[in-house]
Structures are given as structure tokens and as C-alpha cells.
């Protein structure tokens, strides 16, 4: 043990340390508390750890007095190649004293015994200089994290409260340090469409709000109130957070703590209340009144209504009138307790029997700038399309809908029912279509036929017996089919984008004698979408070209001809986007990199050999009542000897696409291989267009 080490001293400091004295007996008494530690490690951690060097000193010893006295022992010889020369050990060697002689004193002992009392105070003063580290480590450690533990930081509330209704959070702060706290503040973050003092609107962003709460004696505790109005939807769950700053007097830093509460929507005393049929036949007018009803006891400024209609209907009017046409959005301005808004709508609905047709609703603030809300309430009303008594409905290419491509001929069929609990007698089914884009030539009505006056197909007991009675929940199909014109009738730049309507009736001369005064009969409309014709020709020129030509005609072998390839696009009757036209250069022609157009812009891409022209809008009544769009390309061929008395292909795999913007359809088209023939060209003879020797 060291000089002045006393015993019970340095068995009592740890405990002393494990105290929780140890804050205030350092405080003032630095320089002894000091000491004590560093008493502390020369008593008894030092002399640990040399003892330790020493018994494992010791250890090694023994074992090497085993090995060198066991029988096994084998003394380790030295390899020749490590041995040195005699020369070398003639040259290095020094004489040997033939006598005793006296020991001469060593010059540097001094030195060495100098060194070793500066090591032994540098040793001294690293370690102490590491317990002074860890006594002010330990020190810091304990003022920032000790002391934030003695300062408790809670939010109180509600777990549950009612949209819109005024709520009292409350901020309690504990000191449980011996030091005062200072500068303490408290800021709460609540979520978007909470209404706070400071601003009665309601926000889409999460509002805060800053509490000064000014200074907290040692062990006191201190509360301040905050009342918001929280604004939301039933069973959502709302988190507020809270950021605590303080500072303790005895440090300038500012530390800091959190905590957060979570309370729930459990009730909006809002009512949204919907009058309309809970069974509409379709294709008929609908009356819905929406009323809006507020048990709030405070007010909601600037809530709207805004309604989702389903697909069929189509919004007639309102009263009052909405924001904006095209918007189903109605202002309600502030709701107040004990206050109704009501809402009007008109409109027709049409879908399919037993279809459902859910309308939307929602209450809450609306954001017009950026098209957004902030619901309090949302409300779904759902009525069903009623199944009429007599059922009949039209399909064309085995849809309910979709696009009809001109020239094509359709196939379609009538589904005829019975929804009745008694049997019915002498039934009529009909079906109309627009006359103007059919064939008539070409109608077929399998056990039907085409009555001119009504413009319609009819089926009757006559031409099908099935229909000369119906069993109660009977049914059946009926067949025709047709061919769509080519042409679409445009006569002005208004005659785009065509519908196909198909109207099917059925009815009965003999209702059943329960059923009589009533109206059993149905209609169904269904329309579908004529879709565009993208229309692409290609074709060769050599004298009525935008750029000169060279080179003989007819084309001969081993010598370079030039000529002008044409691209002519139409459009038919619907806007087209995204056009593209591409063609590759059949092999042994070269691309010359003239190129003209009267829309869009071409392109070569000499890796592929692949021309490609694209237009981003093509308008309808393009070649019709426009002018086709042009584009025309150079190209050169010295025709070898195997292609003589033929005409080469000069572009090959020519197509073209785009998207038809009414039908939402791509339109696709394909033209045969541009060659040396000089049809489209008025100048040639056709003793031009194959290759001579």
C-alpha cells in the first residue's frame, strides 16, 4: 500500500461515490474529492494489477523450468544457413581479457536512474489525470441525464371527445431536481383541421401552439391550459405532441423533453340525412333532397357539401346552384347549433337492373385552390336500379358498351324476361339503331325482321313463337346482325365524335288480369362509340416530287436512281393522339436525308434502317373535310442483276398507330410495300418501273 494510504479510507470511498451525496460533496470540495479518488486507485487498483503482471511473470517461469528437465527436451540446433562465415567472426571479434579486472563504473546508471523517476511521476500523472476525467465525466453524466430525469413533462386530456366541440388539454410540468428550472416553455403540435384561440378557421396543416410557462421552483409542480377544437371524422384517432425547453440554474444550456397523448372522434354531432327512391327504373328522372343538420353548441365556419355521383347519372340542376357547373360542391357557410341546410338535386339515372348506385357525400372544409378536403362527415346513400316487370336488353359483339370500328360488321342480340310471378301472353320486342351509320342492305334478324316505318327490328308471335307466352320468370335471347358504313357522315367540322344508340322495347297486348291499368312494358338504352378510321397510303414518285430526282428510268442495274416515297394520313371522325408511321428501307437502299412534312416531325435511324414519322395531334375530319397530312422522304437504289425486270421494294413493313381520343381506342393500320411503281406518279409510263440490264 502506498505512502499515506489509509486503509478504512479507501475501503469507504466507493460507497462514499455509490451515494447520492456525491453531487453536493463535490460541490465546494473538489480538490478532496479528488484526492480521495486518486487514493482510491493507488490503494487498491494499482497494487491489483501488478500483483497480476506478477503472478503471470512468475506462471511463464515454471513452465519454462518443465520443458528444459522433461525427457523429451531437445536442445533447438541453429541451420547452417543462419550460421556466419569465419572470416566475418575473425573480423567482429574482440579480445578476451586474459585476468579479472575491476568493474568500472557505468556512466549512464545516473541517467537511468533519472529516467526512471521521470516515468514513474509520468505515470503518476496519467493516472491521475484519468481520474480526473472520469470523476468530471461522471460528474457531467449525472447533470444531463440525472437531472432531465427529475423533470417530469405530461400532457392531460380527454380520450375522447366530439368533432368541433371546445377540448381543455392540460400541461403539467414536475420539478423533482433540488435546482430550479428557468426559461420554460411548452409547445404543442395538434393535428390538421384543429381550430385554435389564435385562429378561428380550420386549418389543412398541423397548427402549434407555444405555452410560456416561465420558471419551476425545485420540487414544485406548475400547469397551464390549452382549448382547441378538434375536427375530424368518427373514430379517427388524433395525436398531440408536446416539446418541453427548460433550463436548470446551475447549467446555461437549455435541455429539452417529450411526450405525447392521443385522443379519439368518438362522435360528430353532425347528421347528413338523404331523401331519394330506394329503387329507380332506369333511364328515370331522380329528385334527391340532402339536408345537412348541426347539434354543435359552438360554430363551424366555411363547411361545404360536396356530392360524388355514381356512373350513369347525369346531373340535371340544383337548387341552389352549386359553385360550378361541372362541380357538385354547394358552400353552407357556418354551421351553428340547432341549424339545417338543404340541398336539392335533379338528374336522370340509368345502369342495369339490380345494379347499385351509391351517392357520395361528405360535410367538412374544401380547399378550391387545391381541390382538397378536410372531412368532418361522409355519408353514402345507395339506391338499386329497379328490375322492370318485363325485362329486354341489347348487346352488340357481346358487350354492354364500348367501341364500334366503321366497316365492320356487328353481331348482336336481344335478352328478353319475365319478371312477373304469372305468365304473360303475346309479347313484342323491338330494337332501333341509328340508320344513318348501318348498312340496311345488310340487317339479318334471326326470326325478325325489319319494319321501315318504325326504324326498327321487331319480334313478335308471329315471326317467334316463343313469345306467344312467357312463363313467370321465363326468358330468352334474341339474334341479329348488321354492317357499320365506312364512311361516317360528316358534313361540318361539328360532326365528330358519333354515339350508336341501341334502344330495345317490350311490351304485351294481353297483361295478366292482376296486372291490368299497369304499365308492364320496359325500355333500355345502351349507346356505344364509333371509333375513328386511322387511314395511311403510301406511294412512289419521281417527276411531281418536292425534291429533285436522279438517275435513269427505268432503273438499270450497277446505277443509282432516286426517288420520293409519300405518306398520306387521314383521320375519320375522332381527334387522334400520338400518331406514329413507320417503315423500314427494304435492303440495297439508301437513305439520301431529304425529308418534308406537313405536320410532326421524321426521322431516320440508320442502325435499324427504320423510318419513323410522328404527329402529336391528328384532328378529326382529316382527308374529309382537311386535306390529308403529308410527309415525303428521299431514297436511293442501284439494283443489282438479279432484280432485273422486277420492281424493288423501297420501304417494307409500313404501319401506322394511334390512340382515338372519344372511342379511348388505338387505331392500327397496315400498307402494303412501297415499291418502284410509279402509280400515284402522272408523268411515268409503266415501261419505267422495272429494272432494265
Not at 400532457?155 to 392540460?170: F, N, R
Not at 339474334?479 to 317490350?506: C, G, H, R, Y
Amino acid at each position: 500500500m502506498p505512502p499515506n494510504c489509509s486503509r478504512s479510507a479507501a475501503q469507504d470511498l466507493p460507497k462514499r461515490l455509490r451515494g447520492r451525496t456525491m453531487r453536493g460533496a463535490w460541490k465546494g470540495n473538489s480538490p478532496r474529492c479528488a484526492a480521495n479518488l486518486i487514493n482510491h486507485f493507488l490503494c487498491r487498483a494499482l497494487p491489483s494489477w501488478r500483483a497480476g503482471r506478477y503472478t503471470s511473470a512468475m506462471a511463464g517461469l515454471d513452465k519454462l523450468r518443465e520443458a528444459i528437465y522433461s525427457r523429451d527436451f531437445k536442445e533447438p540446433t541453429r541451420s547452417p544457413e543462419g550460421e556466419l562465415p569465419p572470416e566475418a567472426l575473425q573480423e567482429s571479434a574482440k579480445p578476451i581479457p586474459r585476468s579479472w579486472t575491476e568493474r568500472q563504473p557505468n556512466a549512464s546508471a545516473p541517467l537511468a536512474a533519472a529516467t526512471g523517476k521521470q516515468r514513474h511521476w509520468i505515470r503518476n500523472g496519467v493516472i491521475i489525470g484519468v481520474a480526473a476525467i472520469l470523476v468530471g465525466g461522471g460528474w457531467l453524466g449525472y447533470t444531463l441525464f440525472l437531472a432531465t430525469s427529475d423533470v417530469g413533462f405530461s400532457i392531460e386530456g380527454p380520450k375522447e371527445v366530439s368533432a368541433g366541440e371546445p377540448t381543455v388539454y392540460t400541461i403539467r410540468v414536475t420539478n423533482r431536481s433540488s435546482v430550479p428550472l428557468t426559461e420554460v416553455s411548452a409547445t404543442l403540435t395538434f393535428p390538421p383541421g384543429t381550430i385554435t384561440p389564435d385562429s378561428m378557421e380550420i386549418p389543412f396543416s398541423a397548427p402549434r401552439i407555444r405555452v410560456p410557462i416561465g420558471d419551476v421552483p425545485a420540487g414544485e409542480r406548475t400547469e397551464r391550459e390549452v382549448r382547441v377544437q378538434l375536427v375530424g371524422q368518427a373514430g379517427h384517432m388524433h395525436t398531440i405532441a408536446g416539446l418541453l425547453l427548460y433550463r436548470p440554474e446551475n447549467i446555461s444550456s437549455q435541455l429539452t423533453r417529450e411526450t405525447d397523448m392521443t385522443t379519439t372522434i368518438a362522435r360528430v354531432p353532425i347528421a347528413v340525412s338523404v331523401d331519394v327512391p330506394e329503387r329507380i327504373s332506369s333511364g328515370q328522372e331522380v329528385k334527391m333532397i340532402i339536408a345537412v343538420d348541426s347539434e354543435l353548441s359552438v360554430v363551424l365556419p366555411n363547411m361545404s357539401l360536396g356530392v360524388e355521383f355514381p356512373a350513369g347519372f347525369v346531373f340535371d340542376r340544383a337548387e341552389p346552384d352549386p359553385i360550378a357547373p361541372n362541380k357538385p360542391i354547394w358552400s353552407l357557410g357556418e354551421l351553428v347549433g340547432g341549424q339545417s341546410r338543404t340541398i336539392t338535386v335533379f338528374g336522370t339515372l340509368a345502369g342495369e337492373p339490380e345494379e347499385a348506385k351509391p351517392f357520395r357525400m361528405r360535410v367538412g372544409q374544401y380547399e378550391a385552390a387545391n381541390d382538397r378536403w378536410l372531412a368532418v362527415i361522409e355519408h353514402t346513400q345507395t339506391p338499386l336500379i329497379a328490375s322492370p316487370f318485363l325485362l329486354a336488353q341489347a348487346t352488340l359483339n357481346g358487350a354492354r358498351g364500348g367501341a364500334l370500328q366503321p366497316g365492320t360488321r356487328v353481331t348482336g342480340s336481344v335478352f328478353y324476361r319475365n319478371n312477373l310471378p304469372d305468365r304473360v301472353e303475346n309479347l313484342t320486342v323491338s330494337a332501333s339503331f341509328p340508320e344513318n351509320l348501318v348498312d340496311l342492305r345488310s340487317v339479318r334478324a334471326e326470326r325478325g325482321f325489319y319494319d321501315v316505318g318504325k326504324k326498327s327490328l321487331v319480334w313478335n308471335p308471329s315471326s317467334e313463337s316463343r313469345l306467344r307466352e312467357l312463363a313467370a320468370g321465363g326468358e330468352g335471347t334474341l339474334a341479329f346482325s348488321f354492317e357499320l358504313k365506312q364512311a361516317l357522315p360528316i358534313n361540318s367540322f361539328a360532326d365528330k365524335n358519333f354515339l350508336f344508340p341501341v334502344i330495345t322495347l317490350i311490351d304485351t297486348a294481353n297483361p295478366p288480369p292482376a296486372y291490368r291499368g299497369i304499365e308492364l312494358g320496359s325500355e333500355d338504352r345502351i349507346e356505344y362509340r364509333m371509333a375513328s378510321v386511322l387511314g395511311l397510303i403510301g406511294r412512289t414518285t419521281y417527276y411531281e416530287s418536292p425534291f429533285p430526282n436522279t438517275g435513269p428510268l427505268p432503273p438499270k442495274v450497277r446505277e443509282t436512281t432516286t426517288y420520293t416515297v409519300f405518306w398520306e394520313l387521314t383521320s375519320g371522325g375522332n381527334d387522334l393522339r400520338d400518331v406514329e408511321v413507320r417503315g423500314e428501307l427494304a435492303a440495297g437502299v439508301e437513305w439520301r436525308d431529304q425529308v418534308t412534312s406537313d405536320l410532326g416531325t421524321v426521322t431516320f435511324n440508320p442502325a435499324t434502317h427504320e423510318v419513323i414519322w410522328r404527329i402529336r395531334d391528328l384532328p378529326a375530319a382529316t382527308g374529309v373535310l382537311r386535306a390529308p397530312i403529308r410527309a415525303a422522304i428521299q431514297v436511293a437504289i442501284a439494283p443489282a442483276e438479279n432484280q432485273i425486270g422486277t420492281s424493288p421494294n423501297l420501304l417494307q413493313n409500313v404501319r401506322a398507330s394511334g390512340r382515338d381520343l372519344f372511342a379511348d381506342v388505338t387505331q392500327d393500320v397496315t400498307v402494303p410495300n412501297v415499291s418502284t411503281e410509279l402509280k400515284s406518279d402522272s408523268q411515268s409510263k409503266q415501261i419505267e418501273w422495272r429494272v432494265a440490264p
